[in-house]
């Protein structure tokens, strides 16, 4: 019985040896698995030839004809009035079938590309591959060529959604989540650079969210070689979903220098929706002017953070009803933070025109929810700014913080074509070693408000000027305006 017992007390002491030895081998086999499969994950493919195969019915060639007016001036390095001008001119003409048929409207071509996106045959492209085109071409893969006609446009985002009517069902391709692509991933470029027809090129997103030159961009750069005629033409990821569409190069000589900008997808199908179903798009519109929260604003005005859109300016429109005002700062949209302009630009272009949304604003220290309708962008383009109300006070001129300021008066309302209820204090020089003039004050600028308070006179603005430093500020928050214009400026208050 003890023998047994003995045996069965010195089995337990091996198994319990064992068992960090069994455990640290499985571990090390589970580690070694995961190494393998994470390198594969991250390695190059073997060859795109197989995703190349699989989306290359839907990636289209675009020839678009434009009528224009023929030069009448006879070709060629000819100086006026010399005896070889008569010569010229009659070879140019002979060329041209006879005299006076210069002045013929002849055809130009342009190239670009394009992708089918549904069987139907919708077709997206860049708007600037068949702006202005009388006649719209596609041609397909395999050789077939069908004429297009345009559904809508989107100049801001550069997209352009055309239709061909087919007698068969067209391959075509998705949109993929392009949020979700990552700085380093593969993908593929495919369309008709120079001309060549159906080239496809590889590389890696190089970077996220670049913006060019539109209030809506959200560009994916990448190095896979994009052309001219590359232009409209997808950008996949290696699951064949398009992630972009390829719009611009950054180049010095007009090649591919490894630097292209593809419009990211998530913008592009909220375009294509609205192009598919309006005709046109139809953005949000909150109905402020603002601009970027800097440090020396936030310190200005108490906020915390550097993050937020600062308004500038409240037209008429859905955030003067909503009561926002200028001064304020939205924090947040729609349940979403703000970080700065752009992001509050997109997001409200893309959310559903006539959306009630909740708005939090930072206002005197404290943070506020109104709720604002939503209105539509489109048809307050030309929005005029609400004028502020008149105050007459006596004229009056005086140096500060490195200005000499003067009230408003009628000559000068007339001579800066000032509305008739503007008040304000006009900025009427500007020493050029003051921390003013680094901010960008200049003469002929109308100071508004001081402290986020509306200025009438000279008195107002010393007021505000005693208020902050009373307050421990270092700066003063002004806003100003330039030709109608409105900005902040944090104006430090270490100068007289």
Do not use: C
């Not at 006879?98 to 670009?112: D, M, T």
């Not at 068949?130 to 077939?144: H, K, T, V």
């Not at 048809?379 to 004229?395: F, H, I, L, M, Y």
């Amino acid at each position: 019985m003890s023998q047994a017992l003995a045996l069965s007390q010195t089995q337990q002491r091996e198994s319990r040896k064992s068992l960090p030895v069994a455990f640290a081998m499985g571990l090390s086999v589970v580690f070694l698995l995961l190494q393998t499969l994470s390198a594969a994950a991250r390695g190059a493919p073997e060859s795109f030839a197989d995703l190349a195969e699989k989306i290359s019915p839907a990636v289209v060639n675009i020839t678009t004809t434009t009528t224009v007016a023929r030069n009448t001036a006879p070709r060629g390095v000819v100086p006026e009035g010399s005896p070889f001008e008569d010569f010229f001119r009659e070879f140019q003409d002979r060329n041209n079938g006879g005299e006076g048929n210069n002045n013929r409207p002849r055809k130009s071509s342009a190239l670009g590309s394009g992708f089918v996106i549904s069987e139907d045959g919708y077709v997206v492209t860049n708007n600037h591959v068949i702006e202005g085109a009388d006649e719209i071409l596609i041609e397909f893969f395999e050789g077939a060529e069908l004429p297009a006609k345009v559904i809508g446009t989107d100049p801001n985002t550069d997209i352009a959604l055309l239709k061909v009517e087919a007698d068969t069902p067209l391959a075509f391709v998705s949109f993929g989540d392009s949020d979700i692509s990552r700085v380093g991933d593969w993908v593929m470029a495919m369309g008709n650079p120079l001309g060549q027809g159906f080239s496809v090129s590889a590389g890696i997103v190089s970077a996220r969210n670049r913006a060019l030159s539109g209030s809506y961009d959200d560009y994916i750069q990448t190095d896979a070689a994009i052309n001219r005629g590359n232009s409209g033409g997808p950008l996949f990821n290696m699951d064949g979903d398009v992630v972009g569409v390829n719009t611009a190069i950054l180049s010095p000589n007009g090649g591919s220098i490894g630097i292209g900008f593809s419009m990211a997808s998530n913008v592009v199908v909220k375009v294509v929706d609205q192009l598919k179903e309006f005709g046109e798009t139809r953005r949000g519109w909150l109905g402020v002017r603002i601009q970027d929260v800097t440090e020396d604003v936030a310190e200005a005005i108490g906020l915390e953070k550097v993050a937020g859109a600062l308004v500038t300016d409240v037209p008429e429109g859905p955030s003067a009803e909503a009561g926002i005002k200028a001064g304020d700062v939205i924090m947040s949209f729609d349940g979403k933070e703000v970080e700065d302009t752009r992001s509050l630009v997109r997001t409200v272009g893309n959310t559903e025109v006539g959306k009630a949304v909740r708005v939090v604003v930072f206002r005197e220290g404290k943070t506020q929810t109104l709720k604002v309708t939503l209105g539509r962008r489109e048809e307050a383009e030309n929005a005029v700014p609400a004028s502020q109300p008149a105050t007459p006070q006596e004229p009056a001129k005086t140096d500060i913080l490195g200005m000499t300021v003067s009230e408003i008066t009628d000559e000068l309302r007339e001579q800066l074509d000032l509305a008739d209820g503007a008040s304000g204090l006009v900025v009427q020089d500007v020493t050029e070693t003051s921390k003013a003039y680094e901010k960008g004050l200049r003469a002929g600028d109308v100071i508004t408000e001081a402290g986020q308070q509306k200025l009438a006179s000279v008195d107002d603005l010393d007021k505000q000027i005693d208020a902050a430093r009373e307050a421990g500020r270092k700066s003063l928050l002004l806003l100003v305006r330039r030709a109608g214009d409105p900005r902040f400026v944090a104006l430090a208050l270490d100068e007289d």
